[in-house]
């Protein structure tokens, strides 16, 4: 980490993604400010946004390869060719390029990039706010450049190592997890009140079980299995709820939700195959 944070990060892109981003590698001065230069395409509010954070921001793409040796691509897949395309004549050999677009992959940002061999995709998630990504990384290309990303996007949590051939299937899991966590946190707190329990209340009980069972499964080294059985007592009022959430099939939706998820990144997927020709 300390060899990558003395290198220069640009970031293309200053929308949700890239201010997620943004705040994590700033978290607790793991990379300073002065090292990050941010562009987007032209929202002044966004570049504002990452100006107020202390990064140099600018509009122009030679000016961010120049001051950077990593750039993070954290574009709109639909975006991302164009941006590419824009980058290209501005890449040397010292830039690497971490992509954290979903459903693009590494070989059709390398054709856009004019064959730059320096290309990692990368899936982090919004938590890199706080530094509670779960990222995910894609194995190919050179694997000293992995272990460079890897290095830098620990920064803002835990990173596994995969194939590119599951990316869609992290896109889908993690990618996208936080909002399916988020809808059952809405629809706790929504049967809190529904049962009598003022919002306030039902929202800190509601969030503070959520972090309570999350921090649990990752740190008593018990399986999530074998801790739910453990408060689900014979006769008792967890099997109750769970007997209503197993008979309308929960598990299964949410394996249908994933699902749907890692075929609409492989949609997006083959549309940017037809987009590129
Ligand atoms: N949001 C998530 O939870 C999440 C999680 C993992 C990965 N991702 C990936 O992150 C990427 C960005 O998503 P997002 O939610 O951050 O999108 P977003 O909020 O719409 O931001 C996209 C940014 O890209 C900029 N942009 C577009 N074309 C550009 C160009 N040619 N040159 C420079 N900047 C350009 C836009 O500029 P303007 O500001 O001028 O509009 C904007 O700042 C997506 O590919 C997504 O798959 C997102």
Redesign the pocket.
């Known amino acids: 980490m300390d060899g990558e944070a003395a290198r220069g990060i640009g970031l ?7 201010q ?1 981003l943004l705040h994590g590698l700033l978290a607790g001065g793991a990379v300073p400010p002065q090292r990050l230069a941010v ?5 002044p509010g ?2 504002g946004q990452a100006a107020r954070l202390g990064v140099y921001t600018t509009g122009d ?1 030679a000016d961010i390869c120049r001051r950077s040796d990593v750039i993070l691509l ?4 639909k ?2 060719f ?2 590419c395309r ?1 980058l290209r004549p501005h890449l040397e050999e010292r830039h690497l390029v971490v992509s ?5 992959r590494r070989s059709q940002l390398q054709a856009e990039l004019g064959g730059h061999p320096r290309v990692v995709r990368a ?4 938590g890199s706010v706080i530094g509670a990504s779960a990222t995910a990384i894609a194995r190919g290309g050179d694997p000293d450049d992995a272990r460079a990303a890897m290095g830098l996007l620990s920064a803002l949590g835990p990173v596994e190592m995969v194939e590119e051939e599951q990316f869609d299937a992290v ?1 889908a899991l993690s ?2 997890g ?1 909002a399916y966590i988020y809808l059952l946190i809405e629809a706790m707190i929504a049967a809190g009140v529904a049962e009598g329990l003022p919002e306030d209340v039902a929202r800190a009980l509601t969030l503070q079980t959520a972090l309570g069972a999350a921090r649990m499964a990752a740190e008593s080294g018990r399986q999530p299995e074998e801790l739910r059985r453990q408060i689900t007592s014979p006769g008792g009022t967890t099997l109750a709820a769970l007997q209503v959430l197993e008979g309308h099939k929960m598990r299964q939706t949410v394996g249908l939700a994933v699902r749907r998820a890692k075929e609409r990144a492989a949609e997006i997927g083959r549309t940017l195959d037809a987009a590129q020709g």
């Open positions: 293309i892109g200053a929308g949700a993604m890239a997620a562009t987007n395409r032209g929202d966004r570049l793409k954290a574009v709109k897949p975006d991302a164009e941006a824009q954290v677009a979903a459903a693009l899936m982090p998630n919004t896109t990618g996208s936080p």
